[in-house]
């Protein structure tokens, strides 16, 4: 087996003994995850595992690296010399380790914790006492938490890794981890007061409601409870309330909620909004369609679209728009003009991409400004014609409006109710990184 000794010198660099290779960790990486990789490659130039003594002030780990990544802890195979030894040096703490049994575990990759036991087995101070500088300010705030590559990897070999031999290897930056990562801190994000995200296709059964409801949700799960709020904006009631987690009770709909008693401002006190709202497992509320069956009752138009976002202003931060299908109703026309962010979900299907592509060529002669804003979700689903997809995604490119891609999800195809711990992972990978891609368009200036 083949052996070598690395030495760490300080938190970023490490020279490898006898060749003279030096290790130094770039940024968003530790000195373990760099000596770990020249480890593996070496392993994969010997074909067979190595054995590295990590060396780091007087104190020694011993490891086994495979070719395929794999890291274990490993009792040396022989005699390898100490770092102090190589520079003809006395460890600096000799009499401490002759005189106290020290007990040595593996914290990470050539990161060690010593822990000197008393004769009553009971854990001392690993080092003498020393002279302690006064600070100014104090030293015992808890550290900030830095999202991204100071945390360890989760997913994938790292991750596995990580998991199964208490490492602490970070990510790779281009990782899908390190991506959904990012995304999630644009999620999380600073946005204006109160914006409106629009879910629209003129084509009906396009998978409008799944996608508002799944957004909505992964908006909340994100950004916290209270703060997202999804209504069904559709002239004549449609289906959010048959999709949601918890359907909303006789009376929860957009006109009950308009028709509530307004305090002498004008605004709603949150105990009256409360009664309207029906709170959902992620933390987002839901406002219901009215489905009026008389000749009495009338559809939501501009007026009442406006008035809703108005009372939902004063108290959340989002409100995510489910539209119908007739853009020539009020309700549609007052969501798409004012949406902040124009989400159009197109399966592969030439009737379901024909008049999304119609309603964004109308909007780019009324309303330019809205294709700036604009995402379309390619949507994977029974029925698609993979010869449309060239054509389609090359069509909405040419407008300049942003494509994205979501697989297949069974629970939006099938018409049930949508659970967010149901959902594929790849589904809830995907809707997080809409999910920041409008973050992004909502706060886009210009």
């Known amino acids: 087996m083949h052996e070598f000794t690395v030495e760490i010198l300080t938190d970023n660099v490490a020279r490898v003994t006898g060749t003279g290779d030096e290790l130094v960790a770039p940024a968003g990486k530790t000195i373990q995850d760099s000596i770990y990789e020249y480890s593996q490659q070496r392993a994969v130039d010997a074909g067979e595992p190595v054995e590295v003594a990590v060396h780091r002030s007087g104190r020694c780990t011993q490891v086994t690296v495979a070719p395929d990544g794999t890291a274990s802890r490993s009792a040396p195979t022989g005699p390898i010399p100490t770092a102090a030894v190589d520079r003809g040096e006395e460890p600096a703490n000799a009499d401490r380790a002759t005189q106290e049994p020290v007990s040595l575990t593996l914290d990470a990759l050539g990161r060690t914790a010593y822990q000197a036991r008393d004769d009553t087995g009971q854990g001392s101070a690993p080092h003498p006492a020393r002279a302690v500088r006064r600070q100014p300010v104090s030293v015992l705030a808890a550290p900030g938490i830095v ?222 400004v809205r294709l700036d804003r604009t995402v379309v979700i390619i949507t994977d689903g029974p029925g698609d014609n993979p010869m449309v997809e060239c054509d389609t995604v090359d069509a909405f490119i040419a407008l300049g409006v942003q494509v994205l891609r979501m697989p297949y999800e069974p629970l939006f195809a099938g018409g049930e109710r949508i659970v967010p711990h149901h959902l594929r992972r790849t589904t809830t990978d995907s809707l997080t990184v809409i999910a920041a891609t409008v973050v992004d368009l909502i706060t886009r200036t210009g």
């Not at 409870?225 to 957009?254: F, K, T, Y």
């Not at 592969?348 to 909007?363: E, G, I, N, Q, Y």
């Open 147 to 368: 999202p991204g590559a100071t945390e360890p990897a989760h997913t994938g070999m790292r991750g596995r890794l990580n998991a199964v031999l208490g490492l602490s290897l970070s990510p790779k930056p281009s990782s899908a981890e390190m991506r959904l990562r990012a995304a999630a801190a644009t999620i999380t994000g600073p946005i204006p007061d109160f914006s409106t995200i629009t879910v629209a296709n003129t084509k009906g059964g396009v998978g409008k409601t799944p996608i508002a409801v799944g957004l909505a949700q992964t908006l909340a799960t994100h950004r916290g409870g209270a703060s997202v709020v999804c209504a069904d904006l559709a002239e004549s009631g449609g289906s959010l309330a048959d999709r949601v987690c918890i359907p909303p009770a006789d009376g929860q709909n957009i006109f009950g909620l308009l028709t509530a008693d307004l305090a002498a401002t004008g605004h709603l006190r949150p105990s009256v909004l409360g009664r309207h709202l029906t709170r959902q497992p992620s933390g987002e509320d839901i406002v219901a369609g009215h489905h009026g069956t008389t000749a009495q009752d009338e559809g939501l138009d501009r007026d009442g679209a406006a008035a809703l976002a108005s009372i939902l202003a004063h108290h959340r931060e989002i409100l995510v728009a489910d539209t119908g299908n007739n853009p020539l109703s009020g309700s549609w026309q007052w969501a798409v003009t004012q949406a902040d962010a124009l989400v159009v979900p197109v399966p592969l299907r030439r009737d379901a991409a024909t008049p999304a592509h119609r309603m964004l060529l109308d909007l780019s002669t009324s309303h330019r």
